[in-house]
């Protein structure tokens, strides 16, 4: 089992920034894909970035040059930093953790709201 700890989510203007953390905890492997997905009300939940161990990244279109994910192995943590942020990025951003093998974890989820 593999237990998710977000944080970082909060209220923000419009232009505004925030940064998101997710810690990955329990019997983790050492290859693994950690990122970062969102759901608004009424919508399907939808990728925002994704990072593997190796460094490798994948943004969403809608994120490309506003977002940036990075992650610290040694502590099993991701991170999205958010800038430029607009109202339509208001969602609960979820933090997902892909094992090499075996099925992904989702964390509990953390309310982004950014206000016009």
């Known amino acids: 089992q593999v237990q998710l700890v977000e944080s970082g989510g909060g209220l923000v203007q419009a232009g505004g920034s925030l940064r998101l953390s997710c810690a990955a905890s329990?019997?983790?492997?050492?290859?693994?894909?950690m990122g970062w997905y969102r759901q608004a009300p009424g919508k399907q939940r939808e990728l925002v970035a994704t990072?593997?161990?190796?460094?490798?990244?994948n943004y969403a279109p809608f994120v490309k040059g506003r977002f940036t994910i990075n992650r610290d192995n040694a502590k099993n943590t991701v991170y999205l930093q958010m800038n430029s942020l607009k109202p339509e990025d208001t969602a609960v951003y979820y933090c997902?953790?892909?094992?090499?093998?075996?099925?992904?974890?989702w964390g509990q989820g953390t309310q982004v709201t950014v206000s016009s």
């Open positions: 997902n953790y892909a094992p090499w093998y075996g099925s992904a974890y």
């Open positions: 990072i593997t161990t190796g460094g490798s990244t």
């Open positions: 329990g019997t983790t492997t050492r290859v693994n894909t």
